[in-house]
Nanobody, 117 residues
Framework: QVQLVESGGGLVQAGGSLRLSCAPTRNIFGIIAMGWYRQAPGKQRELVATITSGSGGDTNYADSVKARFTISRDNAKNTVYLLMNSLKPEDTAVYYC?????????WGQGTQVTVSS
């Protein structure tokens, strides 16, 4: 069973930066897209950013993180990254990565990001 392992979360002051990483425990074939979601306490899980696996690597961001967060990927390693700059307290949440293949979505276990004011 493939698992996605996330790392890079933690506690940071407002205005700071963090870089999240997500890699599978074994290679995944047929990846269509990768992405990051987050869930704050008492709120629904929401999309943060996605990136396609094609050569263009088309990206999509939630309005709340545009110009602050950057998603990238390493196709050879099946790894997806999320660079988060200018963090705000409202970015505090558990961040989940996902990898999409035809008819299936893999999820990571989540990593906590806490931004103090």
């Amino acid at each position: 069973q493939v698992q996605l392992v996330e790392s890079g979360g933690g506690l940071v002051q407002a205005g700071g930066s963090l870089r999240l990483s997500c890699a599978p425990t074994r290679n995944i074939f047929g990846i269509i897209a990768m992405g990051w979601y987050r869930q704050a306490p008492g709120k629904q899980r929401e999309l943060v950013a996605t990136i396609t696996s094609g050569s263009g690597g088309d990206t999509n961001y939630a309005d709340s993180v545009k110009a602050r967060f950057t998603i990238s990927r390493d196709n050879a390693k099946n790894t997806v990254y999320l660079l988060m700059n200018s963090l705000k307290p409202e970015d505090t949440a558990v961040y989940y990565c996902n990898i999409d293949v035809p008819f299936r979505r893999y999820w990571g276990q989540g990593t906590q990001v806490t931004v103090s004011s």
